[in-house]
């Protein structure tokens, strides 16, 4: 049996080293199958609870046009999670039992969606920001080893570079508005700068689980890595702007080619995480009803599952 064990965890490892995919009905060593559940339901997480700071904002949206996109917008963050979910399906996760997890405080979501949006310049940094970190973070994970995931990340990309891109284009709109409106843009940009750079994780000395996934070939990238990459491709989008980004520490360094600044506030990331972010109680109060009042969705669908069944027996 031991043997078996190991000509199983070689030809993993064989797998992995040969940058080629773990499909669901390899062998996994049940580390690497516990992290890739603990990564893909937290992100599923994420997507789902993600929609509601933008959500907010759909019935006082500035104008049809903005509403028909915004509601287009926050719809299209439940289809990453449909795939994520299904993803995490394949590894043997129950998708009640994840849904159980988050709702009991075990699982995880992204720090981020734990702050408030004030006004309508909040759902463009949204889209720029948290969907541009969110596109660093997630095109490596497109070559991720474990395939259901890499294969989901690939569509997700495709989606987060169009939220993004919706998000520049209010912050464009509201910055060659008038005074007022450049200032919105303004303050929503010095809110939430700090809270996205925070998105990609503690510092790589203080993050458990790089060391490991890193060698799974599940990150491909460490959170410092990432973090300075998304500095470097937001600092020129924020200069066409005319925006500051609210960091004195700033500067670009000509010899390595990528920007200088100051790490954010890791005690704050800490604090959010543990469920102290300004709205994390408002945030899980809100998934608790949704997940609550669709009880009976999810009753008639496996009552229609099994009068199917039932019929396709008889048949
Ligand atoms: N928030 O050892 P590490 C989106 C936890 S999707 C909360 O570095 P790891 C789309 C971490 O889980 C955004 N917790 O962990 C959208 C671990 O705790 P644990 C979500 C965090 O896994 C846009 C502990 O700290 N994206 O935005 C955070 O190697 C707009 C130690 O950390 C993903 O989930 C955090 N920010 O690296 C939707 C991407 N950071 O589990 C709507 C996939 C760390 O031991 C609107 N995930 N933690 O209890 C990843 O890439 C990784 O999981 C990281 C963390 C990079 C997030």
Request: charged share 25%; proline share 5%.
């Amino acid at each position: 049996m031991t043997a078996v064990v190991d000509d199983l965890g070689t030809a993993f490892e064989r797998t992995i080293a040969d940058e080629q995919r773990i499909e669901p009905r390899d062998w996994m060593p049940d580390g690497y199958r516990r992290t890739m559940i603990r990564q893909i339901a937290q992100h599923a997480h994420s997507e789902i609870i993600g929609m509601q700071p933008e959500g907010e904002w759909i019935t006082r949206a500035p104008s049809l046009r903005r509403k028909a996109i915004l509601l287009a917008k926050a719809q299209a963050e439940a289809g990453p999670a449909l795939y994520l979910s299904s993803a995490a399906e394949t590894l043997g996760a129950d998708r009640g039992d994840l849904t159980r997890r988050l709702i009991e405080g075990r699982q995880k979501y992204s720090s981020i969606f734990n702050y408030p949006t004030l006004n309508f310049a909040d759902v463009g940094v949204i889209g720029w920001l948290v969907d541009g970190a969110a596109i660093v973070n997630q095109v490596p994970l497109c070559r991720c080893s474990y395939g259901p995931y890499a294969r989901a990340m690939v569509r997700v990309c495709k989606e987060e570079s169009f939220h993004q891109r919706q998000g520049f284009e209010i912050l464009h709109t509201l910055c060659n508005g008038t005074p007022g409106q450049k200032a919105m843009a303004q303050d929503a940009l010095d809110r939430w700068w700090w809270p996205s750079l925070m998105m990609f994780g503690p510092p790589d000395s203080a993050s458990t689980h790089s060391e490991q996934s890193m060698a799974w070939g599940i990150k491909r990238h460490s959170n410092d890595e990432l973090r300075q990459r998304f500095v470097d491709m937001t600092v020129p989008q924020a200069d066409v702007l005319g925006l500051r980004v609210p960091d004195d520490g700033l500067s670009y360094d000509e010899e390595t080619g990528h920007y200088r600044f100051t790490e954010p506030d890791y005690t704050e990331l800490y604090d959010v995480v543990k469920g102290n972010g300004p709205c994390n109680e408002e945030r899980l109060a809100h998934r608790v009803k949704a997940h609550e009042d669709g009880a009976w969705v999810r009753e008639a669908a496996a009552a229609y599952a099994s009068k199917q069944r039932v019929k396709e027996g008889a048949a």
